[in-house]
C-alpha cells in the first residue's frame, strides 16, 4: 500500500514540475537560442544531446541485458 501511495505522489510532484517548467518558459524570451540559431551552433548542441541521450539509453538497456541474464541463472 504505502508504495503506490509514493509512486502518485512522485507521479504528482513531476506533473507539478513539468506545468512550473512549461508556465516558467512563457514568461521570458530565449535570446541564448536565437544566438545559438543564427551562428549554426544550435545543431552542435542539439548534436551533443543526442549523443549523450544515446549513450545512456544504450548503457541502460546493456545493463537490462546483464540483469535478466544474472536473473535467469538463479
Known amino acids: 500500500m504505502p508504495l ?3 509512486k502518485k ?3 504528482l510532484l513531476s506533473l507539478l514540475f513539468c506545468f512550473t517548467a512549461a508556465s516558467a518558459q512563457q514568461a521570458q524570451e530565449v535570446e541564448m537560442a ?6 549554426g551552433k544550435i545543431y552542435v548542441v542539439i548534436t551533443t544531446i543526442c549523443i549523450i541521450f544515446a549513450g545512456l539509453a544504450v ?11 544474472i536473473e535467469k541463472e538463479k
Open 4 to 6: 503506490i501511495n509514493m
Open 9 to 11: 505522489l512522485a507521479f
Open 34 to 39: 536565437d544566438v545559438l540559431r543564427s551562428s
Open 59 to 69: 548503457y541502460l538497456f546493456s545493463i537490462d541485458r546483464r540483469l535478466r541474464k
